[in-house]
């Protein structure tokens, strides 16, 4: 503190117009030169906040599609086509060993300029925006992991037990879907939480195409009032409690799911 | 099908390691893995650049002397954006170099016996574990100075070592848990004979835990550099020139929409030959590596 005085003061002319959180941090910014502007500007707080809703919408949609294309993948790979499995198999090892940035430029740059573009509101936009194509990228991507992580899963569990629901009649989507895939899925969790707080992290790089998400806006906040060191603090900050967040919740899930009588 | 050795003739599901003990066995059978390089995976990635570089000379307008061919333009630029591959690949060596020193030091320090040390090499594997690396890699880019003094002696810090230092961050937190889990893995019955042959502990350390645990880190460490291979090309995205900034370069000269996909799956070919043998390596060393229980 340079002076509690002059805090004082700042703090009782600008209670006039803020409420006390705010205040602090305008003091905070005006006096000690220590400016999270997300905390006292309404402007920069609704863009961190809109940056923020977009990495978790960005996050979850990615997740629910991702873990879906691993159950799918999952399948096929078990499928008696040897040509099934051999696309599924390039599938991952073409999104495990290549860059995701790269990936992401391919889909957007690439793929995005070939696709026709439709007329929205008197002008023309591409089917697919840089949102859409971050959703496509990110899923495959987190999806190839996925695929070998619930393979992995479903191997683990005993041929006998298929054999059951064979025996009863299940078809081999019902024996998938009733059986192998609740006890594999309890299997793959672990790992599959790895792959999950990857994705969070991944989502980052939709700054790349200019996708709103929280990185983009704390760039953009930045950028204009000058604070880097204390938005990527925030950032980091953020960004930790949602992954936080996610091990957390995943965890507790975990726990209810678990089979008495069986840890892995 | 293998017998079951789970203990209980009523298992409810098959130990995950019995699925992943089987390769090694049918591995030792036939004398090597199976599928050490997969053509079928190659093939068709290559297959796939044909086929678009096809369609994109079908699609735009015939070469002509002013307008080259697609392969021909590819052939031209490749010199180019090879090199800027080359360096992707040298900022892995060195931020993995890096790295790993820092994270070899943060996961012994993460089994120190005193408890500050644990905790607080615990939290920072954590946070850095945890924090994306492309915010990590802003935050170096930003927030380091330009020049740093060393003995009086003012040294600049250009911008390409702090993108250095940015994802060699990630990789310490990495690989200090990757050293903490080796060293975990160690039966604790080698700590204590090792103890009653009147070992000091750094001793045990160095020549009886570090050896053996050596061999368990290899296979994740080698995954490790795999991603931070691929992560290097976040550098493009804080303005350092590197194989993804130079394709873009290239295209915007070219002018070219049917140049597109081509170039950047040249790319994506590029990091995939260099990326999937090491993949394919780890998951051999894994097999041969495996606890056998």
Same mark, same amino acid.
């Given at each position: 503190?340079?002076?509690?005085?002059?805090?004082?003061?700042?703090?009782?002319?600008?209670?006039?117009? %803020?409420?006390?959180?705010?205040? !602090?941090?305008?003091?905070?910014?005006?006096?000690?030169?220590?400016?999270?502007?997300?905390? !006292?500007?309404?402007?920069?707080?609704?863009?961190?906040?809109?940056?923020?809703?977009?990495?978790?919408?960005?996050?979850?949609?990615?997740?629910?599609?991702?873990?879906?294309?691993?159950?799918?993948?999952?399948?096929?790979? =078990?499928?008696?086509?040897?040509?099934?499995?051999?696309?599924?198999?390039? !599938?991952?090892?073409?999104?495990?060993?290549?860059?995701?940035?790269?990936?992401?430029?391919?889909?957007?740059?690439?793929?995005?300029?070939?696709?026709?573009?439709?007329?929205? =509101?008197?002008?023309?936009?591409?089917?697919?925006?840089?949102?859409?194509?971050?959703?496509?990228?990110?899923?495959?991507?987190?999806?190839?992991?996925?695929?070998?992580?619930?393979?992995?899963?479903?191997?683990?569990?005993?041929?006998?037990?298929?054999?059951?629901?064979?025996?009863?009649?299940?078809?081999? %989507?019902?024996?998938?879907?009733?059986?192998?895939?609740?006890?594999?899925?309890?299997?793959?969790?672990?790992?599959?939480?790895?792959?999950?707080?990857?994705?969070?992290?991944?989502?980052?790089?939709?700054?790349?195409?200019?996708?709103?998400?929280?990185? !983009?806006?704390?760039?953009?906040?930045?950028?204009?009032? %000058?604070?880097?060191?204390?938005?990527?603090?925030?950032?980091?900050?953020?960004?930790?409690? %949602?992954?936080?967040?996610?091990?957390?919740?995943?965890?507790?899930?975990?726990?209810?799911?678990?089979?008495? =009588?069986?840890?892995? | 099908?293998?017998?079951?050795?789970?203990?209980?003739?009523? @298992?409810?599901?098959?130990?995950?390691?019995?699925?992943?003990?089987?390769?090694?066995?049918?591995?030792?059978?036939?004398?090597?893995?199976?599928? /050490?390089?997969?053509?079928?995976?190659?093939?068709?990635?290559?297959?796939?650049?044909?086929?678009?570089?096809?369609?994109?000379?079908?699609?735009?307008?015939?070469?002509?002397?002013?307008? @080259?061919?697609?392969?021909?333009?590819?052939?031209?630029?490749?010199?180019?954006?090879?090199?800027?591959?080359?360096?992707?690949?040298?900022?892995?060596?060195?931020?993995?170099?890096?790295?790993?020193?820092?994270?070899?030091?943060?996961?012994?320090?993460?089994?120190?016996?005193?408890?500050?040390?644990?905790?607080?090499?615990?939290?920072?594997?954590?946070?850095?574990?945890?924090?994306?690396?492309?915010?990590?890699?802003?935050?170096?880019?930003?927030?380091?100075?330009?020049?740093?003094?060393?003995?009086?002696?003012?040294?600049?810090?250009?911008?390409?070592?702090?993108?250095?230092?940015?994802?060699?961050?990630?990789?310490?937190?990495?690989?200090?848990?990757?050293?903490?889990?080796?060293?975990?893995?160690?039966?604790?019955?080698?700590?204590?004979?090792?103890?009653?042959?009147?070992?000091?502990?750094?001793?045990?350390?160095?020549?009886?835990?570090?050896?053996?645990?050596?061999?368990?880190?290899?296979?994740?460490?080698?995954?490790? &550099?795999?991603?931070? /291979?691929?992560?290097? /090309?976040?550098?493009?995205?804080?303005? +350092?020139?590197?194989?993804?900034?130079?394709?873009?370069?290239?295209?915007?000269?070219?002018?070219?929409?049917?140049?597109? +996909?081509?170039?950047?799956?040249?790319?994506?070919?590029?990091?995939?030959?260099?990326? &999937?043998?090491?993949?394919?390596? /780890?998951?051999?060393?894994?097999?041969?590596?495996?606890?056998?229980?």
């Amino acid at each position: 503190m340079a002076d509690p005085d002059l805090f004082g003061r700042c703090m009782a002319d600008a209670r006039g117009a %803020l409420s006390a959180f705010e205040a !602090y941090f305008k003091c905070l910014a005006d006096i000690e030169r220590i400016n999270f502007s997300i905390f !006292y500007d309404s402007l920069d707080r609704g863009r961190f906040l809109v940056g923020l809703w977009t990495t978790v919408k960005l996050s979850v949609i990615c997740l629910v599609a991702s873990v879906a294309i691993g159950v799918v993948g999952a399948w096929l790979q =078990g499928s008696r086509f040897a040509l099934t499995r051999r696309i599924v198999q390039g !599938y991952i090892q073409f999104f495990r060993n290549t860059p995701p940035l790269v990936q992401l430029a391919f889909f957007y740059f690439a793929v995005g300029a070939v696709l026709p573009r439709v007329p929205d =509101g008197g002008q023309m936009v591409p089917i697919v925006g840089s949102f859409g194509w971050a959703v496509i990228a990110f899923s495959f991507f987190a999806g190839a992991f996925n695929v070998e992580i619930f393979r992995a899963g479903i191997q683990a569990v005993p041929r006998a037990t298929v054999e059951a629901a064979e025996a009863l009649g299940y078809s081999r %989507l019902r024996a998938y879907g009733h059986i192998v895939l609740p006890l594999a899925f309890r299997i793959s969790l672990p790992a599959l939480n790895n792959n999950l707080v990857n994705l969070i992290k991944t989502t980052t790089l939709a700054y790349a195409i200019a996708v709103p998400e929280m990185l !983009y806006a704390a760039a953009q906040i930045w950028s204009e009032v %000058l604070n880097v060191r204390e938005m990527m603090n925030v950032l980091l900050v953020t960004y930790v409690a %949602l992954v936080g967040l996610l091990v957390w919740v995943m965890g507790r899930w975990e726990r209810a799911m678990r089979i008495p =009588g069986y840890s892995a | 099908m293998m017998p079951l050795r789970s203990g209980t003739d009523m @298992a409810v599901l098959l130990p995950a390691g019995g699925a992943l003990a089987r390769p090694v066995v049918d591995a030792r059978a036939v004398g090597f893995t199976e599928r /050490t390089f997969s053509p079928a995976v190659l093939g068709a990635l290559l297959a796939l650049f044909a086929l678009a570089v096809a369609a994109a000379e079908a699609h735009g307008q015939p070469a002509s002397a002013a307008r @080259a061919g697609i392969l021909a333009t590819l052939w031209k630029w490749a010199p180019l954006l090879f090199s800027g591959f080359l360096f992707n690949l040298l900022v892995s060596v060195l931020s993995m170099a890096l790295g790993t020193v820092a994270g070899l030091a943060l996961g012994l320090a993460q089994v120190s016996l005193l408890w500050p040390v644990r905790k607080g090499a615990g939290i920072v594997t954590q946070f850095f574990r945890n924090a994306p690396w492309l915010v990590l890699l802003f935050y170096c880019m930003f927030l380091l100075p330009f020049d740093v003094a060393v003995f009086g002696i003012t040294v600049p810090l250009p911008a390409w070592f702090k993108a250095v230092i940015g994802l060699a961050l990630p990789v310490m937190a990495n690989v200090s848990e990757i050293v903490r889990g080796g060293v975990r893995s160690i039966p604790i019955a080698q700590w204590e004979s090792a103890e009653a042959l009147a070992f000091s502990r750094r001793q045990i350390l160095w020549m009886v835990i570090l050896p053996q645990s050596l061999k368990r880190m290899l296979p994740p460490w080698m995954n490790l &550099y795999a991603i931070l /291979t691929m992560a290097t /090309t976040l550098i493009s995205i804080v303005g +350092i020139q590197d194989g993804m900034t130079l394709v873009r370069s290239a295209l915007i000269a070219e002018q070219r929409t049917e140049l597109f +996909i081509p170039m950047y799956l040249m790319l994506l070919t590029w990091f995939f030959l260099y990326c &999937y043998p090491i993949a394919r390596l /780890t998951m051999a060393l894994e097999r041969r590596f495996a606890v056998r229980a």
